[in-house]
């Protein structure tokens, strides 16, 4: 009787094998899933302070760049140019065609009625290069003459030509010329336009013809240069999200950047010969528009969707707070928002 007997080979797991497997896979698959939520939501911070860097950094260019160059009229004194605009047409508005305000303002009738509740805004006036000069000395009973180029001129542009001696504003009645090489020329006509010119008080030597003359004759080598009026401030976009928005002198209003929640600015007023000597904010009475040298912004942008926080931004907003106790501004939602600072020098004051 043969008594060895053969032990079957084990096959497949056993239980218990099997529990610690399936444990061993939950905690790589949980392990998996804390990085991958971890990866993400870094991305989500990183993504959200990306669009607010880019955000707070366009904007704080968009507006140095409109605040430097406010209040440039050529190489003449505003003071001595002569406005041909006429008053006493239907379309005339003296906050936008009596060039009251050299450069900067923020006087509360001109505040965009879009405009975002409790946030600042201000408006600038000047003159841009039109990429055109007089081609040859104006007839003096003439307020048209011919220019070398008709760079962006389009009719309807109220714009100021200037000999660094003498300066006229008017609004163009037309453009004539400038394709196959023919002569451009700039037409002001009295009368009819949007609000239209008056040369009923200028008599110039030789001037005969009432309605037809400037307030001098401009020779060959004249700057040309379009007027300008931009409205800056904070509203609400298409989208729901709020942002930095321009408003022009016909009208137009164009979205400059995307997440700009607020605006505040502080006006500093001086002397070219001192320099600034007290900063104000807009709503000081005492605030004298002609002797602002510099100004002072704070933007607020966000950026991402909601929660993309664990915790609300605390900021110290706008710059010049006092916030030696603490932060004084906390975000109502968890969104990334940060506080963008400069200073801008209105460089013709100066």
Known sequence: MNLNVSPSKQSGLSLI??????LLGTFLTVGLVQIFSSNSQSFRVVEASARAQE?????????????????????FPLEGVTNNLDVSDSDYDPALH?????????????????????????????VRRAGASVASTAQVNSASFTVNE???????DIILITDCINGDIFELS????????????????????????DFSANSPPGCTTTQNCLSAVYGEGSDVFRTYSEAYFIATGASGEPGLFMRDRNGTTFELVSGVIDMRLRFGEGQPA??????????????DWDSVLAVEVSLLVRGGEDDVLQTRSELCYPSWTDCSGGKNWTALDDRLYRAFNFTAAIRNRI
Not at 59 to 72: E, K
Request: proline share 3%; net charge negative; with cysteine.
């Open 17 to 22: 094998e099997l529990m610690i497997a399936l």
């Open 55 to 75: 955000s707070g950094r366009f904007g704080a260019d968009i507006l140095s760049r409109a605040l430097r160059n406010a209040g440039f009229y050529g190489c």
């Open 98 to 126: 009596d060039f009251q305000f050299q450069g900067i303002t923020a006087e509360s009738s001109l505040r965009p009625t879009d405009a975002i509740a409790g946030t600042d805004f201000f408006v600038t006036m000047g």
């Open 150 to 156: 008709r760079g962006d001129l389009e009719t309807g």
């Open 174 to 197: 037309n453009v004539q010329g400038g394709t196959g090489g023919a002569t451009i020329t700039l037409v002001a006509n009295s009368g009819n336009g949007e609000p239209g010119n």
């Open 274 to 287: 001192t320099g600034v000597q007290d900063w104000k904010l807009p709503s000081d009475s005492t605030l």
